[in-house]
C-alpha cells in the first residue's frame, strides 16, 4: 500500500500512542533511512543477491539482529536473502524489550507497522487467538509505544527486510517483557496452539543482537559458544546458560521461543547464515574496544541431518569411571589429585556433554547426582559431578570412608533436552523426564522407569514427588516437561 511517509507520520502526532492502530516508524532516519528510495538500495545492497542461498530446504524459523543498518544490515540481509520466493501466511516476529518493563508478552493490538517502504498489516486473527490462549500472552501497546525517546527499535528494524522479500504478508509483532523460563514456556506453547487452531503456514523471526560492549575479540570467543549451542538445537541449555549469565544475547527469549515452535513444526537443524559484529562493519571498526555481536541464522528441516552423539570406546568408558572412582575417593578421603600429564584425551571426551553420577552400595542407590547443562569438556564433568553425588546428595548424606570399598558406579551422559509437546511422545526405556516450574525443576534418568517397570503416567507421577510438586502436576499448563536420551556406563 502506497503512502506519504511524512504526512503520515506527521498526522499521528496529534493522536494519543493508546488510539493508534497503525504505528508509525520511530527509529527511521537513525536505524535506517528515512527516504524510501535509499532504504531500498541498502536493503538490496545486504541482500547480497548475486550470491546463492545456503538453505534449500523449507525455512521455520529466522534470526536476525536489530542494530542501526550501518553496523548489523549485512548480517541481517543474509537471514533474509534465504526466503526469498518463499510462501507465508504470515510472519510472527518476537524482540525483546530494551527500555520497557512488563511481565509477559506484548502482542500488538492494532492494525500495521508502518515504515517508509509502506504499510505492514498485522493479522489480528491469528494475535486475538494468539492472546487467549494464557493471561501471560496479551493484547497490547506496551512496547509497540513509538513517542517516548526510548521507544522499541527491535522489532521495527526487521519490516523493512519483510517488505522487501516477502511483500504484503501480514505479520505479528510481539515483544517479550520477560524472557524468563516462564515467559519462553507460555509464548511458546500459545503459538503452537494458536497454529494448530487456525492452520496457517507461519514464518518465526527472532530479534536479537548477541554480546554487547566488549573488545573485538573477547566478543567473538562469547559469541562462537553462543553459536555453539544453537548448532546443538539446545535451547535448554540457551536458556539455562542465559538465566545465570553464562552467554549472552538481548534477544535469547525471542530465540529458544523460535527454535521451540519451529521444532514443534518440524525444525531439526539450525543453520548459522553470517556472524560478525560492530568492529567489522566500515561504521564500527574504529571502536573495536567496544563492540557488539550479531549473527544470521535459518531454522530448517533437513531429512538427513541427525544431531551427532558420541559412541563411546572401551577405552573411553575405562577412563571415564576411573575418573568418577578416583574423584569420589579424593573427596571422601580429602586428599588431593597427584599430578598426572596425560599424553591425550580422547576426543569424545573433550565434548562438552552433561553427565549423572550414580552410586550403589551393595545394589541399592546411595547417591545420584548431575548437572542438566554442560560447565565443561565431558572428562571434567564427570569429576565434578562425583565430587558432588560423594557430598551433596541430601536424601542419604556425604559418602564415608568405610564405604569406598563396596560402591559400585554408573555414568550416565544425556543428550540435549527436548520440549514434550504431547506425553505420547515419551518412551519408557528410551526416555528420561525433566519437569520444570520456574525455578523449581526435577529429573528422572531413563533406567529409572525400567528398573522399576513403571508406565508412562507412573514415571510422570515419580518426576513430579521428585521435584516437590503434586504428582498429578505435569497436566498444570504452567510446567515444562522435557524428555532426552543417554549412553549409560556402568
Known amino acids: 500500500m502506497a ?14 500512542p493508546n488510539q493508534i492502530s497503525y504505528r508509525p516508524p520511530k527509529v527511521a532516519g537513525s536505524f535506517y533511512p528515512a527516504d524510501p528510495d535509499s532504504l531500498k538500495e541498502m536493503i538490496k545492497e545486504y541482500l547480497d543477491l548475486q550470491q546463492p542461498k545456503k538453505v534449500n530446504t523449507e525455512i521455520y524459523g529466522l534470526i536476525s539482529p536489530h542494530a ?22 504470515l510472519v510472527v516476529i518476537i524482540s525483546p524489550s530494551h527500555f520497557k518493563s512488563f511481565k509477559g508478552s506484548s502482542v500488538f493490538d492494532g492494525e500495521a507497522y508502518v515504515t517508509p517502504l509502506g504499510i505492514s498489516k498485522v493479522d489480528t486473527e491469528f494475535a486475538k487467538k494468539l492472546t487467549s490462549i494464557n493471561e501471560y500472552v496479551f493484547l497490547s501497546n506496551i512496547g509497540h509505544g513509538w513517542k517516548d525517546s526510548s521507544a522499541e527499535h527491535s522489532l521495527e528494524v526487521q519490516i523493512p527486510f519483510l517488505q522487501t522479500v516477502l511483500p504484503d504478508v501480514k505479520i505479528v509483532p510481539i515483544v517479550m517483557g520477560s524472557q524468563d523460563f516462564k515467559g519462553i514456556h507460555t509464548l511458546s506453547m500459545a503459538l503452537i496452539k494458536t497454529i494448530i487452531s487456525l492452520n496457517k503456514k507461519i514464518l518465526l523471526v527472532a530479534s536479537s543482537d548477541l554480546s554487547h560492549f566488549y573488545d573485538y575479540n573477547t ?22 546458560q542465559l538465566y545465570l549469565h553464562k552467554v549472552e544475547a538481548c534477544g535469547g527469549g525471542p530465540i529458544a521461543t523460535v527454535m521451540i515452535v519451529s521444532e514443534y513444526l518440524g525444525a531439526n537443524k539450525l543453520v548459522p547464515l553470517k556472524y560478525a559484529n560492530s568492529g567489522d562493519s566500515p561504521a564500527g571498526k574504529t571502536r573495536r574496544d567496544r563492540v557488539v555481536g550479531y549473527l544470521a541464522a535459518a531454522l530448517t528441516k533437513d531429512e538427513d541431518y541427525t544431531p551427532s552423539f558420541p559412541t563411546f570406546t572401551d577405552e573411553e568408558k575405562e577412563i571415564l569411571l ?12 580429602n586428599t588431593t589429585q597427584e599430578e598426572k600429564i596425560r599424553n591425550y584425551v ?23 547426582m548431575g548437572h542438566t547443562y554442560p560447565r565443561s569438556s565431558l572428562i571434567v564433568e564427570v569429576e565434578e559431578v562425583a565430587k558432588l553425588a560423594a557430598t551433596q546428595d541430601y536424601r542419604f548424606g556425604p559418602i564415608q570412608k568405610s564405604e569406598l570399598d563396596s560402591l559400585d558406579i554408573e555414568i550416565t551422559i544425556l543428550s540435549r533436552f527436548y520440549k514434550i509437546f504431547d506425553i505420547s511422545e515419551i518412551v519408557i526405556g528410551r526416555d528420561g523426564l525433566l519437569i520444570r516450574y520456574e525455578n523449581a525443576t526435577g529429573l528422572l534418568l531413563p533406567q529409572v522407569a525400567t528398573e522399576n517397570n513403571w508406565d508412562t503416567q507412573t514415571f510422570l507421577e515419580h518426576l513430579c514427588r521428585k521435584a516437590g510438586f503434586p504428582e498429578d502436576y505435569y497436566l498444570n499448563p504452567d510446567a515444562e516437561l522435557y524428555r532426552f536420551s543417554a549412553v549409560i556406563i556402568k
Open 346 to 368: 580422547p576426543r569424545n571426551l573433550g565434548e562438552f556433554l552433561t553427565c549423572f553420577v550414580t552410586i550403589r552400595k551393595n545394589g541399592k542407590l546411595r547417591a545420584c
Open 68 to 89: 542501526g543498518y550501518v553496523f548489523s544490515g549485512s548480517v541481517a540481509g543474509k537471514a533474509y536473502r534465504e526466503i526469498i520466493g518463499s510462501d507465508y501466511d
Open 219 to 240: 566478543a567473538r570467543k562469547l559469541d562462537i559458544s553462543f553459536i555453539k549451542l544453537l548448532s546443538a538445537y539446545d535451547y535448554f541449555s540457551l536458556s539455562s
Open 322 to 333: 576411573n575418573t568418577a572412582r578416583e574423584s569420589i575417593k579424593r573427596t571422601v578421603t
Open 3 to 16: 503512502i506519504s511517509f511524512n504526512s503520515f507520520s506527521s498526522s499521528q502526532d496529534m493522536l494519543d
